[in-house]
């Protein structure tokens, strides 16, 4: 069995909240280069695509198109999000 050893630093508030912000940011550069892959502008995701892609429920989709957040097509009775749109709302909030 390993021993482990605990190290303490003392840290101001300041130090640790520029610690967390880098670690943040940094993470949250990843997901956006993740995200800045070329799509097609016409390409269509199902409401179940979107869902799944974004990990929100239906009724999620569904306020945000009432608040016009991200904007549902439809075609006939089933709904559609175009996936430039999903990608680059995701963009905005990283």
């Known amino acids: ?3 482990k050893q605990i190290q303490v630093f003392q840290l101001s508030i300041e130090d ?3 610690i967390i912000r880098d670690a943040v940011a940094n ?9 800045k892959q070329p799509s097609q502008e016409n390409e269509l995701l ?4 979107t869902s799944k ?8 989709l569904f306020n945000w198109n009432r608040e016009k957040i991200l904007e549902a097509k439809k075609i006939g009775r089933k709904v559609f999000y175009l996936k430039s ?10």
Do not use: G, H, P, W
């Not at 892609?53 to 999620?60: A, C, D, F, N």
């Not at 749109?85 to 990283?94: G, I, M, S, T, W």
């Open 16 to 18: 640790l909240s520029l």
């Open 1 to 3: 069995m390993e021993l």
């Open 53 to 60: 892609l974004l990990k929100v429920s239906y009724t999620t």
């Open 85 to 94: 749109e999903v990608f680059n709302k995701l963009n905005d909030v990283a």
């Open 27 to 35: 993470e949250l550069k990843k997901i956006s280069n993740i995200f």
């Open 46 to 49: 199902s409401r179940e695509e």
